[in-house]
């Protein structure tokens, strides 16, 4: 089964060949835990790296039982992101979209726009049950637009929220519509489907429909 290594970054000061030491007391970034773009580049991890808890969830734009996903669990996932408690790696699929540039390459592409040190994990939260509770499946879907609209309002930063406007690559869909599914049939070659919440920190697939799953992962 895979295994992913959890980034650590450390910052080193070089001034004309010597170390210099920097003084003062670490402030806590009062926005929470950040996002970023998985090592692979094609999830977007939300949440404190250093988090004892790591999960994968594995979502489609326009699949309605990852709507009810958000509208159940939403709320409790991001209070425990932002704890510092559990870091959350989103993995987009788009095998509902009857077409390049559809709702859920779209909807995609914008998660990863949105991601980056300036976004929380709970803007980014937010803005995914905002996307996923606003559902037009099958639809044209949002705008980029009106997806933007959504990232300034649930507090995406200003930088993503213009990128989203403009309709900017996030990243490469096809490669991360292959690579996702890839990984999703590995966890379940029979039950190969959206959503699928995957525990890394026990190398485990989570039984959704029990609903006390989350705080039972929690509490582990």
């Given at each position: 089964?895979?295994?992913?290594?959890?980034?650590?970054?450390?910052?080193?000061?070089?001034?004309?060949?010597?170390?210099?030491?920097?003084?003062g007391v670490a402030?806590?970034?009062?926005?929470?835990?950040?996002?970023?773009?998985?090592?692979?580049?094609?999830?977007?991890?939300?949440?404190?790296?250093?988090?004892?808890?790591?999960?994968?969830?594995?979502?489609?734009?326009?699949?309605?039982?990852?709507?009810?996903?958000?509208q159940d669990f939403?709320?409790?996932?991001?209070?425990?992101?932002?704890?510092?408690?559990?870091?959350?790696?989103?993995?987009?699929?788009?095998?509902?979209?009857?077409?390049?540039?559809?709702?859920?390459?779209?909807?995609?592409?914008?998660?990863?726009?949105?991601?980056?040190?300036?976004?929380?994990?709970?803007?980014?939260?937010?803005?995914?049950?905002?996307?996923?509770?606003?559902?037009?499946?099958?639809?044209?879907?949002?705008?980029?637009?009106?997806?933007?609209?959504?990232?300034?309002?649930?507090?995406?930063?200003?930088?993503?929220?213009?990128?989203?406007?403009?309709?900017?690559?996030?990243?490469?869909?096809?490669?991360?519509?292959?690579?996702?599914?890839?990984?999703?049939?590995?966890?379940?070659?029979?039950?190969?489907?959206?959503?699928?919440?995957?525990?890394?920190?026990?190398?485990?697939?989570?039984?959704?429909?029990?609903?006390?799953?989350?705080?039972?992962?929690?509490?582990?």
């Amino acid at each position: 089964m895979r295994y992913w290594s959890v980034l650590m970054f450390s910052l080193v000061v070089l001034v004309a060949g010597c170390s210099k030491e920097i003084t003062g007391v670490a402030q806590v970034d009062p926005r929470g835990p950040a996002t970023a773009v998985s090592k692979d580049g094609v999830g977007v991890v939300a949440g404190d790296p250093d988090a004892p808890v790591h999960i994968e969830i594995y979502t489609e734009p326009q699949c309605t039982h990852c709507a009810d996903l958000q509208q159940d669990f939403g709320d409790e996932l991001s209070r425990y992101m932002n704890l510092g408690q559990l870091v959350v790696t989103y993995r987009p699929l788009t095998f509902l979209d009857d077409k390049p540039g559809g709702y859920s390459d779209r909807v995609s592409n914008a998660l990863f726009l949105a991601a980056g040190p300036d976004t929380s994990a709970k803007a980014f939260q937010a803005f995914v049950q905002d996307l996923w509770g606003h559902q037009d499946p099958r639809g044209q879907g949002p705008s980029d637009s009106e997806i933007a609209d959504i990232a300034r309002e649930s507090g995406v930063s200003s930088t993503a929220v213009e990128a989203i406007r403009a309709g900017e690559s996030g990243v490469d869909l096809q490669e991360m519509q292959d690579t996702n599914f890839e990984y999703l049939y590995e966890i379940d070659p029979i039950n190969t489907g959206t959503p699928t919440v995957f525990d890394l920190t026990n190398d485990d697939k989570v039984d959704i429909y029990d609903n006390n799953w989350l705080s039972k992962l929690m509490s582990t």
